[in-house]
């Protein structure tokens, strides 16, 4: 520098240690979310992979498997690729570099711990937040302390102006803690069990108010934030249009946070609020698209670079299958669609074309393009990074067509009437699952491909690492500071300089204080819940056998919500209606029916049914590709828990009397005893009174006979 | 500077340097038959070699990595520009800002092509340790300058220059423009909050539609209503207060009943939600505020992109500094000087008063005055007029008249008043927009006051913001601006500044045009128009030799001449001697060259002798443009006429008029500013095209003034139209652009009148509720829109063909 | 749907965290140029004065 002391000038480093420890780990979740999300595909194709293993279910893996996918990988790239940003962006080093580090092993702790517990079969039920309590505050601490480190680096920024990228990180930040905050609410039973404070159809409503802005807010605003910064670098111009960006960018922020309810089109939701969600998801289209083309335009006349150079494919073609997803989703949300795509594959399908297209795609591009400027070297080969997209995009377009064609099979399947006799053509559910099996094939290989490509590039990136040339120095950077107002006209600056952070705290504590104020009485009031006189909670026994329900993950594979179709009538029986599921904390109306509906289980079959149905599915169900539970005849019920259950339940509002607390103990031993008697009968040992199976029985038998069958024609 | 070493070019044979390339501008080496080597480098003049050394030595190298393949770099002329007037105190009043012990300063800056520029820019401070920060403007070529307090201006124009960049000081933001500013952003922040609030509201009506009932009807409505208070008392103020003073001054705009809707429609939702009635229009009267919010908002984009276009750097020549005569050179702003004093004129710079020279001799070019195209040698006793340029020597000048006396102050004055009384405010101007308006806003208040006695005031309130909705100022409105603004923007990216879109609108319409001469038809110099007898090697080689060290305007001519017949060698000449008026002479290779002027005869002629002997007369004169003859006759086969007016003599004016296709009556010369002035006043309707000082009288004159070649700042302010590129062909381009607009905004007109003529009646017998409405009205604009787009991109995919 | 009791609330509060956001950079410019943003970013790591290696 010709002046390399100007005191006018400040010197800064940037903190690219915590990157790479993100970059690392994203590269290790990644490859365990894709070999989780490999194994589970292989348990449909084949039940046997369940291994009969208490935590090696379908039920338990794949929570885990949606979780490692969103939160451990998603997460940690997001992280790796907002602080390599951030900090460029900022022209400042990262707000404290201790914080980085509680950060970075925070998350992993948790990640870690949290995945355990799901294998343990610790879960609060609600897709997508299956982890327990303590995960949740530990999460809400560890993201607040990113958001300081965050906000803390933009307080100190050199450069003016706050790029796109960063709107999109700042709205990411806000918006998952309130999301993350209000889905949680629950009361603890005990260290590692909690109710949520919302029943039902309410809860219902939380929990895809949180499903979907989980999407739109952790796997896509921080993603669009990427590729704003990363495209336009990748390919050294600037993105096609910053004004669009800008509008794109608070057209989304500002009717984003709406979606939600199309999540529950059928249901037992009012008609008026399964519209508004669905015009809602609709109107989303716009904006999207809005950020998708100014995307790829800003690739424009360039695709013969995008053709050699595995970054630009990889990013061009996440904003491309970004897309389609965002096409993809209004279109499932239209009823008349819906009616035939929810509940089945087709749903996967698109939230693969997402997760796996857009998200992992994306993360691939940042990570190529960010690792040699990190390691401050070549990549290790070009070629292996377009084997590998060619790999992945192969697997992927494998799982999205198989998921097509099942899902629609399927549901066409389930909606056939034969119209002669006005009869279902396929009344055996196993049928319709049967006939998709192969596609299950199909997919679970494809995901093989995905994985492999995965694996293809951590073997390429970490070559690119071992090859990097040691003891690499930081490099240093000089710039003004902002410390005045660096333009002649303007009052606003210092107001900016703190106001980021002022304002994520202020927002964050009005929303708590707002939401507290609105919650609070709610939880304890009974007006919360609409009563319906005949619809009465559940028995103690029933209330353990749901937990067990719960534990085993049951709702990821059958729902507990007829929707009002003929079809479903025919199938399953009288609709489902909101009244029904006022005391289930938390709802389990599910999302996906790899087995029937059970919302009408209840009395279906003897209980010796389903006795033998959970030691051996194929014994009742030929050809059903559920999985064995033999530990259910083994584990205890802890009927210990059942008083301070009970109180947690009518401290959210559910109608138990003192005594049948004081007395649930022996309610509930009294009821198992009952049960077994029965069983007896046909053989079973009486020793099985207090094994988990008896529990679940009872609570199966008890699903929806609280509103009669009769009163319909 | 200096150690260049001048290599010629066939010193370097076909070696690889011919296909070289300079390593800073990225030219061909050799084109001009030079080649400047230092160390490894090479370069294609000595400015490149300058320039790439200095970024250099400042560890800015990086710059030729970031530069794009093919993008030009800053012209890199060694002359250099004297910025010492900046420190003048009376400079940095007027110029520039201390805010908190620190120098706000801004810089129009010449030259601005790509990233590396923008990098170049903002690496100041770590350059030079009294720039403490420096923010470009990308698009604007503003460059934003905060400076230690006593930072010598000067400085940081000089390193500017040196990388090749043409800094202009400006105005930091004028009380006009912070106050345009900070409207701009509360109109965004309301836009925002309209959208923002609408958006919600919307929502919250689908429910309604999709027939949500009890208590959540109630809950969504006061939700609502909510939302809606900020609408009507934040966002709608514009309306308001627009409205407030049309009442006042008592003429009509479509704010009145605007406000009549918004204030009736809100208040009975209001009334309603509480008394529980279903009818409620919050959803349509926000969508319908922020519909009109967006399409003002656009339309005030559409107005500053014009205005900045060709609102660039102001004149400074008011402000050049010169230097007293006298033992302590004092240097003076010339604004300050008084009658009798003397001041050194210097090489390069521009009278700014009315004076006669004391001593000294030289070229002044004059066709800033008069349009006279043949630099003139003046000296002692000569009287310069203000706006003049010496070409060559310094020399001594005493004053006669003060600044404010002078010509040109007058006309800046002048014109700067013309300037800022612009109204830019577009299609306001469009009479049957206002008429459609001025009809829906009678009909719509009608329509409110007979349903109000008809009791029926929510259906009629109904209807009238159907109306209201679907007779948004989009259609109309915005049908104009926007092809305006399609013509300008494309017009200027291909260097055609218009000023307002009311001026492209008449350029269609007006039938008499006028064209200066010089510099408009012609090149504006004089080039060489013949050569007679011989022009061997030798010849050229000695005229070369001669003519690169002499400053005489010719002098360039012929070297560039040569120059451009290929290589070329230097030879060194003894005993140089330039007679100032006369010529040149010198010895090469013991002959004795003379190359001088042909006195006797009243062309511009030069004689080449060898020894004395007459080897070839060249004859220079200021020729015609290529497409000039063409530009004319398409304008006169488009039923145009056409008229000549310049200051120059009558026979080259004939000469050159003719030769272009005017005929003799069409040809007027020898006129002095005023005069022209006075004959467009008779042709008026009339449009002026030309430039330079003498037209621009005449220019602000003319009912439209197309202002020719970047230089003179003067003129944008003179004329409405503006051409960077002083191409003909631009002119072509520019009238069938307008005659284009023309009947573009009659057919959206059209278009706009017949949907009204359908929608209005519908409307008000409420066929058409709000809602539809509101989703009619978009849809038509965008009809509009993309028409208009389409049948522009049509146009101008053509004229670059 | 007495959930909707906190989400609304909640989704137009959310909102007008961003809408305040919004006014305070609109009144901060940062809405003033939108054009040489972009171009910045692209040189942002080419002005360190050091270079770790290489």
């Not at chain 1, 006349?301 to 990889?314: N, S, T, Y």
């Not at chain 1, 559910?429 to 299950?440: K, L, N, Q």
């Not at chain 1, 009518?650 to 008697?677: F, W």
């Amino acid at each position: 520098m010709s002046s390399p002391h100007n005191e006018n000038l400040e010197t800064f480093s940037y903190d690219d240690k915590i990157v790479k420890l993100f970059v690392y780990a994203t590269l290790f979740w990644g490859f365990v979310a894709m070999l989780l999300g490999v194994t589970i595909a292989f348990q449909l194709a084949d039940w046997k992979v369940n291994m009969g293993l208490e935590w090696m279910t379908f039920g338990r893996l794949r929570p885990l498997h949606t979780n490692a996918a969103i939160f451990a990988f998603a997460g940690n790239g997001i992280f790796a690729g907002t602080y390599y940003s951030l900090q460029r962006l900022c022209k400042a080093r990262l707000f404290n570099d201790f914080l980085g580090r509680i950060h970075f092993w925070g998350w992993q702790l948790i990640i870690l711990l949290g995945a355990v517990s799901l294998m343990l079969g610790f879960s609060t039920g609600k897709e997508y937040a299956e982890l327990e309590w303590p995960f949740d505050i530990a999460i809400a601490a560890v993201w607040v302390i990113f958001g300081v480190n965050f906000f803390g680096t933009l307080k100190r920024r050199r450069e003016k102006h706050i790029y796109v990228a960063i709107w999109f990180y700042i709205a990411t930040i806000l918006t998952v803690a309130v999301l993350h905050i209000v889905n949680s609410l629950a009361l603890p039973v005990d260290l590692m069990k909690s109710y949520s404070v919302f029943a039902g159809a309410q809860d219902a409503l939380i929990q895809w108010w949180y499903g979907h802005n989980a999407v739109a807010f952790f796997l896509t605003t921080p993603f669009l934030g990427l590729m704003y910064y990363f495209i336009p670098k990748a390919i050294n111009r600037p993105v096609y249009s910053y004004r669009l960006s800008i509008i794109h960018f608070w057209s989304l922020v500002f009717i984003y946070i709406w979606a939600g309810p199309h999540h529950l089109l059928y249901t037992a939701l009012p008609e008026w609020l399964q519209t508004l969600g669905m015009v809602f998801s609709v109107s989303l289209w716009a904006p999207s698209w809005g950020g998708m083309i100014n995307g790829l335009l800003t690739l424009r006349g360039a695709w013969d670079r995008v053709r050699r150079e595995p970054v630009l494919k990889f990013l061009a073609s996440a904003v491309t299958f970004y897309g389609m997803a965002t096409f993809e989703g209004p279109l499932l949300a239209i009823k008349s669609v819906n009616a035939l795509g929810h509940f089945t594959d087709w749903i996967v399908g698109h939230v693969h074309s997402g997760t796996i297209g857009w998200n992992y795609f994306m993360i691939a591009g940042v990570l190529y393009y960010m690792v040699p400027k990190l390691w401050k070297t070549q990549i290790y080969s070009e070629r292996l990074g377009n084997i590998q997209f060619w790999t992945g995009t192969i697997g992927l377009l494998l799982y999205i067509v198989s998921m097509w064609v099942a899902g629609i099979t399927q549901g066409s399947m389930w909606q056939a009437i034969d119209p002669s006799t006005g009869n279902l053509l396929y009344p055996n559910f196993v049928e319709t699952i049967v006939r998709i099996v192969p596609m299950y094939w199909v997919r679970a290989f494809g995901g093989v491909f995905v994985l492999f490509s995965f694996i293809i590039m951590i073997y390429n990136l970490m070559k690119t690492i071992v090859n990097a040339p040691k003891d690499v120095k930081e490099d240093v950077f000089q710039a003004p500071p902002l410390n005045f107002k660096s333009d002649g006209h303007d009052s606003g600056h210092r107001k900016l300089e703190g106001l980021p952070l002022i304002f994520s705290v202020l927002s964050v504590l009005a929303i708590l204080v707002g939401s507290a104020i609105e919650i609070l009485p709610s939880l304890m009031a009974d007006d919360f819940i609409e009563k319906k006189e005949d619809v009465s909670p559940y028995t103690p026994l029933e209330l353990l056998g749901r937990d067990i329900y719960i534990k085993e993950g049951c709702y990821v594979c059958h729902s507990q919500m007829v929707r009002p179709m003929v079809a479903e009538k025919l199938r399953y029986g009288k609709p489902s209606m909101a009244a029904e599921s006022v005391y289930d904390h938390p709802f389990q109306w599910g999302s996906r029916r790899i087995g029937p509906d059970i919302a009408r289980v209840g009395g279906k079959y003897p209980n010796m049914w389903h006795y033998k149905h959970m030691l051996d599915p194929r014994a009742v169900t030929p050809d059903s590709i559920m999985p064995e539970y033999p530990w259910l005849f083994k584990n205890k019920v802890n009927f210990k828990l059942i008083q301070k259950k009970m109180e947690v339940m009518t401290a959210l509002g559910v109608p138990y009397s003192a005594e049948e607390i004081d007395k649930g103990y022996e309610t509930a031993r009294e009821q198992a005893n009952e049960i077994t008697e029965g069983l007896a009968e046909f053989g079973v040992s009486m020793d099985m009174q207090d094994k988990e199976i008896i529990a679940l029985i009872a609570y199966l038998q008890r699903i929806g006979t609280d509103i009669g069958q009769e009163d319909e024609e | 500077m200096k150690e260049g070493i001048l290599i010629t070019s066939d010193g370097k044979g076909d070696g690889p340097n011919q296909v070289a390339i300079c390593d800073h501008c990225r030219g061909p080496l050799g084109l001009q038959g030079k080649t400047v080597a230092c160390k490894e480098n090479l370069f294609c003049c000595q400015g490149c070699a300058t320039v790439f050394k200095l970024l250099g030595k400042l560890d800015l190298s990086q710059y030729y990595l970031l530069k794009e393949e093919g993008a030009p770099v800053g012209e890199t002329d060694q002359f250099q520009q004297n910025y010492s007037y900046l420190n003048n105190q009376e400079i940095k009043d007027q110029y520039t800002q201390i805010k908190e012990g620190r120098r706000f300063v801004q810089f129009y800056i010449e030259g601005i092509h790509c990233i590396a520029c923008l990098w170049l820019m903002e690496r100041l401070p770590e350059v030079m340790p009294q720039v403490l920060q420096s923010h470009l403007i990308f698009d604007q070529k503003v460059l934003s300058l905060w400076l230690d307090k006593d930072c010598p201006l000067s400085e940081v124009a000089h390193l500017l220059h040196q990388f090749g960049y043409r800094p202009k000081i400006i105005e930091s933001l004028d009380e006009g423009k912070k106050y345009k500013k900070k409207e701009n952003k509360v109109h965004l922040t309301r836009l925002a909050v309209a959208g923002f609030c609408a958006g919600n509201i919307m929502l919250m009506a689908i429910s309604h539609y999709a027939g949500v009932m009890g208590f959540w009807r109630h809950y969504f409505n006061w939700a609502s209503l909510l939302l809606f208070l900020p609408i009507l008392f934040y966002a709608s103020i514009p309306f308001f207060k627009n409205s407030y003073y049309d009442i006042k001054k008592g003429h009509f705009s479509l704010d009145i009943p605007i406000v009549f809707a918004l204030t009736l429609g809100s208040g009975l939702s209001i009334y309603h939600v509480i008394t529980k009635n279903p009818l409620i229009y919050f959803d349509t009267l926000s969508i319908f505020v922020f519909l009109i919010l967006a399409s003002r908002y656009y339309l005030m984009r559409v107005q500053e992109y014009a205005e900045q276009l060709n609102n660039q750097a102001n004149p400074l020549i008011q402000n050049e500094i010169v230097t007293l005569v006298g033992d302590q050179k004092k240097e003076v702003i010339i604004q300050s000087l008084l009658p009798g004093d003397q001041f050194y004129f210097m090489k390069g710079h521009t009278l700014a008063i009315e004076g006669h020279i004391v001593a000294g001799q030289a070229y002044i070019d004059n066709s800033f005055m008069t349009g006279e195209s043949r630099p003139l040698f003046m000296e002692e006793g000569e009287i310069l007029h203000s706006g003049c340029r010496n070409l060559t020597k310094d020399i001594i000048v005493e004053v006669d008249r003060p600044f404010d006396q002078s010509q040109i102050h007058h006309f800046y004055q002048k014109l700067k008043g013309d300037w800022l009384s612009e109204n830019y405010y577009l299609g306001k101007s469009e009479k049957i927009s206002t008429l459609i308006l001025a009809a829906v806003g009678i009909v719509s208040i009608a329509a409110l006051i007979f349903h109000l006695f008809n009791g029926t005031l929510g259906l009629g309130l109904n209807s009238i913001l159907a109306l209201l909705v679907i007779t948004c100022p989009c259609v109309i409105g915005l049908g104009t601006p926007l092809i305006l603004n399609f013509a300008m923007t494309n017009l200027a990216k291909q260097g055609i500044i218009v000023k307002s879109g009311n001026h492209l609108r008449q350029l269609g319409k007006i039938q008499n045009i006028v064209f200066d001469k010089t510099g408009t038809l012609t090149h504006g110099r004089p080039l060489l128009k013949k050569w007679v007898g011989e022009q061997t090697e030798d010849v050229l080689q000695a005229v070369y030799s001669l003519e690169t060290l002499s400053s005489h305007p010719y002098a360039r001519v012929m070297v560039q001449y040569i120059e451009k017949r290929g290589d070329i060698r230097l030879n060194d000449v003894q005993s140089f001697h330039e007679k100032l008026g006369i010529g040149v002479q010198g010895m090469i290779d013991g002959n004795l060259w003379s190359i001088e002027k042909d006195t006797e005869s009243v062309e511009s002629v030069v004689c080449i002798k060898k020894n004395g002997v007459l080897l070839a007369q060249l004859f220079f004169a200021d020729i015609q443009k290529e497409s000039a003859l063409e530009l004319i006759t398409w304008l006169k086969s488009q039923g145009k006429k056409v008229f000549l007016l310049t200051g120059d003599k009558e026979k080259c004016a004939l000469e050159i008029g003719k030769s272009c296709g005017f005929k003799e009556d069409e040809i007027f010369a020898e006129m002095m500013p005023q005069e022209k002035a006075w004959k467009i006043g008779e042709l008026s309707p009339a449009i002026m095209i030309g430039d330079g000082m003498n037209d621009s009288l005449a220019l602000s004159q003319a009912e439209i003034g197309i202002a020719f070649n970047g230089g003179i700042d003067l003129n944008k302010k003179a004329a409405d139209i503006f051409m960077q590129e002083s191409q003909l062909s631009g002119l072509k381009e520019l009238f069938s652009v307008a005659h284009q607009t023309n009947s573009l905004t009659l057919r959206n007109i059209g278009i706009g009148l017949v949907y009204n003529m359908i929608a209005i009646p519908l409307a008000i017998t409420g066929g058409i509720d709000p809602l539809k409405a509101a989703i009619i009205m978009p849809v038509i604009s965008l009809f509009i829109l993309a028409s208009t787009f389409f049948s522009f991109n049509g146009n101008f995919k053509g004229a670059k063909r | 749907m007495n959930a909707l009791y906190i989400m609304i609330p909640i989704s137009v509060l959310l909102g007008s965290v961003f809408i305040a956001i919004f006014i305070l950079a609109a009144k901060d410019d940062q809405f003033e140029d939108l054009t040489t943003p972009a171009y910045r970013i692209l040189t942002d790591d080419i002005n360190e004065i050091e270079r770790g290696n290489e």
